[in-house]
Structure formats: structure tokens, C-alpha cells
């Protein structure tokens, strides 16, 4: 019966999400979304690596944000917490690394300063890496931060300053990881980074498995284009049981003045073409995130109540997902 209602409960608060701020809300519905003590993934931040708003835009997206901070998002960014050993990981470190921190350690009721047990890294773009800053001398002079990168991403932090001063004076500790390489993170939680196709300008980029005991979840914030992948999105959807991926822009034209050629990702038009003979259950694992500045769903409107109806999720800063 207490399993049942806390169930209901859990329901509720599902209903409820996308009204919650996470840092108001995030230890009650916790507390509620993991009756058994089970790991989970809290969604951190949801917009592309600039943020939003995008430094110097005055455009309807962004106009209305400078004035006011309460419909600000934060860069893209996952928080995985196991209540149980207490341990946290942290998925990026972005510009908003500081209020991500606090958030993540807040789920677990931490002092602000405590160090996730690791930080994992996709790619050397500034959304994904550049928030490492804050472990430094010049912040909070943190000792051995336990940071996991991909071969090349560790060479271009270990031969590039800034970077290379915060591995100079032990602030980070860089750990290998390898591509289709599981791990366990703990006895709970396992996790495989994979190489997907990106603009690898200084680095290799990859998504992530996560596992834990009860659900698995797959993390792509960055992808060119889904047909230049090695592997078919729909079979790795059919793995897990949440897919956070990458929904950049909504459709081609959405910068105007700017070739979206050099600047690929799949639009979530594209996305939801592939993925429109898929059933319901499949579409529903499915959570956009890392929203550019101008995609339309990060305001109300048409375009996020037509992913609502078709079946897809969409990220919101605070979401719990039980693993
Ligand atoms: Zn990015
Ligand atoms: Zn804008
Ligand atoms: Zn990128």
C-alpha cells in the first residue's frame, strides 16, 4: 500500500514537471521518485553549449530573457545520484557548472563543495568542457576532481592552457575512457561511452550508456546527423529505456544568415520523420535536450504541444529519471 501510493505520487509529480523549478523542488520529489533508494538521473540543463539566452541576441528568443532570470536555461547537463552510497556523478562540465554543483549536491542534502565522484566529458566544445574552469586555482582550488575523457580530449586538456594548468597542479585527474568499454561505476551503476559522428575539431565526440539496476538510459547531446552514424538510433533506442537526445534545432532556415551545413545537427523535424513509424512506447523513451536559443520549444507554442501529441518528451531542468 505505502509502495502504491508513493507511486500515485510519483505519477503526480510527473504531471506536474514541467511547472517545478528543480532548485524548490528537487529533494522532496527525489525522495518521492526513488522510494527503494535507487539510482536516478536529474536533468540539469537543457540548452545548447551558449546557453540561453545566447550572448548579444535581441531577438524574440532571446528579448524578453535579458530583463529576467526565472525562464533562463542552463547549459546541457546530466546529474546521476545514487542515494544510497551517496555518490554523484556529473554529466559535463558547463558554463553553469557552479549552480550545477549546487543543484547536484543539493539532492543529497551535501555541503556545495563537495566533488561529484566523476565528471564525464563528451567533446571539447565550450557547452561541454569549459565549465572545468571552476575547479581551478583562480575558483576552488579543487584536488584530484576525477575527470573522464576520450584519448584525444585528454591530450587537448593536458597540451592547452588553461586546461593544462588544472592537471599541472592536480585540480583535475584525468581518467581514460574508452569507446564501447563498460565500466561500473558502482555496484549499481554501469556506464559505456560510444563515438558518434561530430565537428571533432579538438576532440573526439561521444554519447553515453548509463545502466543502472532497474533502466538504462542513453545521453547523445551532440550528433551531426543521424544517417552519418555507424549505428541505427532506433536499434539503440530499442535497448534502453530513456534516449536524451540531441534536438539542436527544430528545423533547417532556424539561423538565418548562417549556413546550418556547418553547423550540423539532425533537426527534431528530421528526428521525428525517423522516428514516426516507431510505436508509442519507443517514442516515449525519447527526450530532446540541448536546445539552441532559437529552437521554438523552449518557448509554449505550437512546436513543443506537436511533440507532446506525437508522443516525444522533452527535457526540462529538474526531470527525475529512476535507474
Ligand atoms: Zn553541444
Ligand atoms: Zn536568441
Ligand atoms: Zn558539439
Redesign the pocket.
Known amino acids: 500500500m505505502r509502495t502504491m501510493i508513493k507511486y500515485f505520487f510519483l505519477c503526480l509529480t510527473l504531471l506536474t514537471f514541467s511547472a517545478c523549478t528543480p532548485s524548490e523542488e528537487s529533494s522532496v520529489e527525489a525522495s518521492i521518485l526513488a522510494p527503494d533508494n535507487s539510482p536516478y538521473l536529474v536533468v540539469l540543463g537543457i540548452a545548447q553549449?551558449a546557453g540561453y539566452p545566447q550572448a548579444g541576441c535581441q531577438k524574440n528568443c532571446c528579448r524578453d530573457l535579458w530583463a529576467q532570470k526565472v525562464q533562463r536555461k542552463m547549459v546541457t547537463c546530466l546529474g546521476l545520484v545514487d542515494p544510497q552510497s551517496k555518490e554523484t556523478w556529473l554529466f559535463e562540465a558547463t558554463p553553469d557548472f557552479p549552480d550545477q554543483l549546487q543543484l547536484l549536491n543539493q539532492e543529497l542534502g551535501q555541503d556545495a563543495g563537495v566533488l561529484p565522484k566523476g565528471i564525464f566529458i563528451s567533446?571539447a566544445?565550450m557547452?561541454?568542457y569549459t565549465g572545468l574552469m571552476n575547479l581551478g586555482r583562480e575558483a576552488m582550488g579543487a584536488k584530484n576532481a576525477a575527470v573522464w575523457t576520450m584519448p584525444r580530449m585528454t591530450s587537448y586538456l593536458t597540451d592547452n592552457g588553461p586546461w593544462s594548468q588544472l592537471v599541472a597542479l592536480q585540480n583535475i585527474q584525468l581518467q581514460k575512457l574508452k569507446a564501447d568499454s563498460t565500466f561500473q561505476l558502482n555496484e549499481r551503476l554501469k556506464l559505456t561511452p560510444f563515438l558518434v559522428p561530430?565537428?571533432d575539431e579538438f576532440s573526439e565526440?561521444v554519447g553515453f550508456k548509463i545502466e543502472g539496476t532497474k533502466a538504462s538510459a542513453l545521453f547523445i547531446?551532440?550528433i551531426d546527423k543521424w544517417e552519418r552514424w555507424d549505428l541505427d538510433i532506433r536499434e539503440e533506442l530499442a535497448k534502453v529505456d530513456f534516449a536524451f537526445i540531441d534536438g539542436t534545432f527544430f528545423e533547417n532556415g532556424e539561423i538565418p544568415g548562417r549556413d546550418m551545413a556547418l553547423i550540423p545537427h539532425p533537426f527534431i523535424e528530421e528526428s521525428r520523420a525517423l522516428f514516426a513509424e516507431l510505436p508509442l512506447v519507443e517514442k516515449n523513451k525519447i527526450h530532446f535536450i540541448h536546445f539552441n536559443h532559437t529552437n521554438p520549444v523552449l518557448k509554449m507554442g505550437k512546436e513543443r504541444a506537436l511533440l507532446k501529441q506525437e508522443g516525444f518528451g522533452q527535457c526540462e531542468e529538474g526531470d527525475y529519471f529512476a535507474l
Open positions: 553549449d567533446h566544445h557547452g561541454h561530430h565537428r565526440t547531446p551532440d
